[in-house]
C-alpha cells in the first residue's frame, strides 16, 4: 500500500514557475514507477509526466515538453514536478500517482495502469 500527498500548488502569473511535491508513504516507494496527471474544469484527467523507478527514463505529453521536468528522490521518499514558463491552460489540480508494478523500466502514461492516488493540489495560472 502507497500513500500520496501532493504539495505546492498556488496561484501564479503566466509566466511563472512553481515545483510540486508529491510525498510518498510505504517501504517499497523507490521501486514504484510515479506519475503526474491534472484533471482541468470540465476536461478529463491527461497525463502530464511519468518517471522510472531509477529515474532513468521519463515520459512527457507534448504540451508540457520543455517547460515541465519530473524527477525524484528515493532516500525522500518524494517525486517533483518542476513547472516553468507556466500558461493559463495549465491551470488544473495535479495529482500524483504510483504504479504497483514494482521495478517496472517503462512508467505508464495512461491513468489506468495507476494503482494509487493522492488527492491532489490546484495550480492556476492567471493571464
Known amino acids: 500500500q502507497v500513500q500520496l500527498v501532493e504539495s505546492g500548488g498556488g496561484l501564479v502569473p503566466a509566466g511563472g514557475s512553481l515545483r510540486l511535491s508529491c510525498a510518498a508513504s510505504g517501504r517499497a516507494f523507490s521501486r514504484h514507477p510515479m506519475g503526474w496527471f491534472r484533471q482541468a474544469p470540465g476536461k478529463e484527467r491527461e497525463f502530464v509526466a511519468s518517471?522510472?523507478?531509477?529515474?532513468?527514463?521519463?515520459y512527457y505529453a507534448d504540451s508540457v515538453k520543455g517547460r515541465f521536468t519530473i524527477s525524484r528522490d528515493n532516500v525522500k521518499n518524494t517525486v517533483y514536478l518542476q513547472m516553468s514558463s507556466l500558461k493559463p491552460e495549465d491551470t488544473a489540480v495535479y495529482s500524483c500517482?504510483?504504479?504497483?508494478?514494482?521495478?517496472?523500466?517503462?512508467?505508464?502514461?495512461?491513468?489506468?495502469?495507476?494503482?494509487?492516488w493522492g488527492q491532489g493540489t490546484q495550480v492556476t495560472v492567471s493571464s
Open positions: 500517482a504510483a504504479d504497483r508494478k514494482l521495478g517496472a523500466d517503462r512508467p505508464p502514461t495512461r491513468s489506468d495502469e495507476y494503482d494509487y
Open positions: 518517471i522510472s523507478w531509477r529515474g532513468s527514463t521519463t
